[in-house]
């Protein structure tokens, strides 16, 4: 028997009908709970409708600046990006609104947690690993997993039933899941590998076929590793995604069609937009090169890859994933610069670097009668770098003679 079930709620057609299943099968009260991290979906109006579907109460947060400066700035600081390339905007919510829910949950003294994604997503599992990490003795309820329903139609009609005020709007042939990080989209003919994503499938950036033929260039700037700055402009963490997102997106930005591993064990096509965090990761990767010792730099390589898999396995609230982000503010202390990018049809390449914590030296990169560098030093470093490979060729063939 539960009690109060704290509802993850969306006002789409599956977690509306999740509100009423849950009220009807647990005859439990149904509190809802939504997080705008700057999804572009209804939110006005949302609060009426979980009540007319059944909610006794329905909470909705503006989550949007904790989520860019706790959640996807840190992901960015460790440049964590899934299999090399998926900036993790789905994966980088879900922990802040798992964390929201056991909140609600402590406070509203309820004893389940409920969401609504499915059983062979990566998102199911973010959830939960969550709730288990900060809320323990929470049980938690995935309907989509176990209901009857076996189709939107079946869901539709389970609606009209029960009054449930849903939009029957005509339905976007894709399934898409937004944030002020990126977009994912998936479904439709984008199921089939073969073919590639039509127009319609993108939504916040242009084809870099028809971006415009002039380029265009953003300076970056930040501070020990965190953006402060656009073009010159001191701006919030939500500021700065509001500004970089329409520029790069013009420009084609951040478009990317993947085949990736989920952690269910299945492959599967995906494909997102993200021109504010690939404009972001680059040019924060670009200072990193400038600014990082040859070591740290090298390391860090390996750290991103962890992290970048840790948050895409719902790994994010673990004792290790904080001990490499405490790895990763260490060394960020001398991120602090600005990087000029030059935006062309779809490609961001590096314009100018500039950094207080720079380590190139023109002295001792120069070709030219500047030039400090102690050419004599690099003889003797070679002879003793290169001695194994001396030592074992000569032994070689002296083993090989007569052979
Ligand atoms: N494949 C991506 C991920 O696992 C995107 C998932 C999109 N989620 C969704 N509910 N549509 O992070």
């Not at 973010?126 to 323990?136: N, Q, Y």
Request: aromatic share 10%.
């Amino acid at each position: 028997m539960h009690k109060k079930i704290v509802v993850a709620y969306s006002g789409g057609l599956d977690t509306s009908v999740m509100v009423k299943w849950l009220n009807q099968n647990y005859n439990a009260e149904i509190i809802t709970v939504t997080g705008n991290l700057g999804q572009k979906s209804e939110l006005e109006g949302l609060e009426e409708k979980a009540k007319a579907t059944g909610a006794v109460k329905s909470y909705i947060y503006d989550l949007q600046e904790e989520f860019i400066k706790n959640y996807a700035f840190k992901a960015l600081k460790a440049g964590a990006l899934y299999e090399g390339q998926y900036p993790l905007a789905t994966a980088i919510g879900r922990p802040l609104l798992a964390k929201l829910m056991v909140d609600v949950a402590k406070t509203e003294g309820a004893d389940t947690v409920a969401h609504g994604c499915t059983g062979k997503g990566n998102d199911q599992v973010r959830f939960e690993v969550a709730f288990k990490s900060l809320g323990p003795d929470l049980k938690i309820l995935a309907p989509l997993r176990t209901w009857e329903f076996k189709s939107r139609e079946q869901e539709i009609d389970y609606a009209v039933t029960h009054n449930i005020p849903i939009k029957i709007t005509k339905k976007s042939p894709y399934s898409i899941d937004e944030n002020l990080w990126g977009i994912a989209i998936e479904c439709g003919v984008l199921e089939d590998p073969k073919v590639s994503p039509p127009d319609d499938a993108y939504q916040i950036t242009s084809s870099p076929k028809s971006a415009p033929d002039a380029s265009e260039v953003v300076e970056i700037e930040f501070f020990e590793g965190t953006p402060v700055a656009v073009n010159g402009k001191k701006l919030s963490a939500v500021e700065i995604m509001n500004t970089l997102n329409p520029i790069g997106g013009k420009h084609g930005i951040g478009r990317m069609d993947l085949i990736e591993n989920r952690v269910v064990g299945i492959k599967s096509r995906e494909v997102y937009e993200a021109p504010g965090a690939i404009l972001l990761h680059k040019a924060h990767h670009e200072l990193e090169k400038l600014v990082l010792d040859k070591e740290t730099f090298r390391f860090k390589q390996d750290v991103s890859n962890k992290v970048a898999n840790m948050i895409y396995e719902g790994l994010w609230f673990t004792p290790l994933f904080d001990s490499l982000m405490t790895f990763v503010d260490a060394t960020q202390k001398p991120v602090t610069g600005k990087i000029k990018l030059d935006l062309y049809k779809g490609n961001a390449t590096v314009f100018s670097r500039e950094s207080q914590y720079s380590l190139y030296s023109e002295l001792l990169a120069t070709y030219t009668e500047e030039d400090t560098f102690n050419h004599k030093d690099s003889e003797g470093f070679i002879n003793i770098y290169g001695l194994p490979y001396k030592t074992m060729s000569g032994i070689y063939n002296k083993a090989n003679e007569g052979k």
